[in-house]
């Protein structure tokens, strides 16, 4: 009984290390075709980031928080606009008194034409009313441009968000007097990101637009595409420019990556994932699951990586089932159980 109790109280997980099938994860080792890479500095910017400025003068009756989220055409400030209120009134009155003197004009007109032609009125005195006549449409169609312009002022004293975004600085608070083209507000895009990094110009025949790339920032990992590539090398720091295109809001604008570059052509090699690499002090090697369910170590050197998977060479073929999760204590030639999944 003793025994029996003994036994019944050594763990399951131990059963691997009494020469029971260790439990594994595996995983195939695949030709792919990848590039060597190295890493640059980028940075995280909006693709809208603008500072938003007055176009008229006046005082500021409101200017948004920091922080204040708004969308497309929703006013972020607001200029008091009495006195531009005022001189619409005024220049409304201005069109309607046009407009009744050109009405009186236009009949005046018709009036002298009927009376020349049955010779009971001068023709100077036609001439005369038609030239009346044409000055006052004139001068209506001043008096309208000038209510429109007025009109126009009056809409510009609300600044309007060109694009949805985020109030990261005020400029300005209410109370001041802003003058056309001061600045108020900045105002940020935080949906369309992207990153700007610079690489050596060595690498520029590898990058080409369109290409998805690997960025990272500490341990968030993401890939970009690649937007923009600018040709012009940089002739103090040797280096070309790339716009890389953001997906989602992963990173905040501001945030430094890292990108990789590829740093040559790309080419077919054999690779497993990073996880099947057992590191011991004999070097680096996998594990290879054999046709009897059995673990056999295979000593291999490292080459290219990209993303989760890295070249190795040594004798291994495509196809192969390699062990993944479990392999840290594996013994050679041990019996292997893989899991589900």
Known sequence: MGLLALLASVPVLAWPQMGGPALVKTAEAVVKDIAPVTRVAGTVVSRNDARLSAEVTGRLTSVADVGTEVKAGEPVARIEDTALRLRNAELAAQVTRAEARLRFLEGEEQ???????DNLAAVTQLELTRSDRDVARGDLDIAKARLEQNRDQLIRTEILAPYSGIVVERLMTPG???EEGGEVVRLVDQQHLEVIARAP????SFIQPGQAVALSAENIQSMGVVRRVVAVGDENTHQFELRIDLDGRLFPVGQTL?????TSASREVLTVPRDALVLRPEGQSIFVVDANNQAQQVAVTVGVGQGGDVEVLGDISPGDTVVIRGNERLQPGQDVSVMDG
């Open 258 to 262: 890292r990108v990789a570059i590829p």
């Open 176 to 178: 001041e007097r802003v």
């Open 111 to 117: 009036r002298f034409s009927q009376l020349a032609a």
């Open 201 to 204: 110009l060595d690498y520029f």
